[in-house]
């Protein structure tokens, strides 16, 4: 069983920054790949970013160049870096994790944090 903790959410004003953390109780977290999705109210949770154990990285097309994901596996920890940041962005973020899969199909992953709150304003 992994335990998933996201933190860093917030309001932010748009062009700002923020950076959002996803932490794992998995002693073993270097073997599994993070990835993270947002949701809006009365939208379908849609795909982020991914990092794989091996530390390649996917991105959706609206966040490449602006979002950075990354994993600091002596922490536990992933992290999403949000620069340029648009009203747009604004959602609920969660992270998710597998041993076994990285990428942007919802239903491959099991583990799930209990998501962090995002509002741009413009």
């Known amino acids: 069983q992994v335990h998933l903790v996201e933190s860093g959410g917030g309001s932010v004003e748009a062009g700002g920054s923020l950076r959002l953390s996803c932490t794992a109780s998995e002693v073993s977290f270097s073997r599994y790949a993070i990835s993270w999705f947002r949701q809006v109210p009365g939208r379908e949770r849609e795909f982020v970013a991914t990092?794989?154990?091996?530390?390649?990285?996917d991105y959706a097309d609206s966040v490449k160049g602006r979002f950075t994901i990354s994993r600091d596996n002596s922490k536990n920890t992933s992290y999403l870096q949000m620069n340029s940041l648009r009203p747009e962005d604004t959602a609920v973020y969660y992270c998710?994790?597998?041993?076994?899969?990285?990428?942007?199909?919802?239903?491959?992953?099991?583990?799930w944090g209990q998501g962090t709150q995002v509002t741009v304003s413009s």
């Open positions: 990092i794989s154990w091996s530390a390649w990285t």
């Open positions: 998710a994790a597998d041993e076994d899969y990285s990428g942007k199909i919802l239903s491959r992953y099991i583990y």
